[in-house]
């Protein structure tokens, strides 16, 4: 199993950036992808972005697209976020999951409940 530690949350004002780490250990991230989910107060938790450990390929839902960028560190065993031009509706807490990740996800986001892990969260709050 794969644990996952975030960090990296915090205020900022729109048109700020914030870049969020998820730290993973105990497995070998090959064949895994990471990414990261967000959920804000009374809505469902949303897919944001996701990376493949072994090519790098990436996806990004459309509402950050342009904005935030994620990668990797293969040394570190670590997923970065950075978030760029943040806006009000990007406040939520956000979530890095990993979860098993083959050639037909390319081209696809990650599905929640495909995650074997979840880290516990990070508050992100983008005040106007």
């Known amino acids: 199993q794969v644990q996952l530690v975030e960090s990296g949350g915090g205020s900022v004002q729109a048109g700020g950036s914030l870049r969020l780490s998820c730290r993973a250990s105990g497995r070998t991230l090959s064949g895994y992808a990471m990414g990261w989910f967000r959920q804000a107060p009374g809505k469902e938790r949303e897919f944001v972005t996701r990376?493949?450990?072994?090519?790098?390929?990436?996806y990004y839902a459309d509402s950050v697209k342009g904005r935030f960028a994620i990668s990797r560190d293969n040394a570190r065993n670590t997923v970065y976020l950075q978030m760029n031009s943040l806006k009000p509706e990007d406040t939520a807490v956000y979530y890095c999951?990993?979860?098993?990740?083959?050639?037909?996800?390319?081209?696809?986001?990650?599905?929640?409940?495909?995650?074997?892990?979840w880290g516990k969260g990070t508050q992100v709050t983008v005040s106007s």
């Open positions: 990376i493949a450990w072994n090519s790098g390929n990436t």
């Open positions: 999951a990993a979860g098993p990740f083959f050639t037909s996800n390319f081209g696809r986001p990650l599905s929640a409940d495909g995650m074997d892990s």
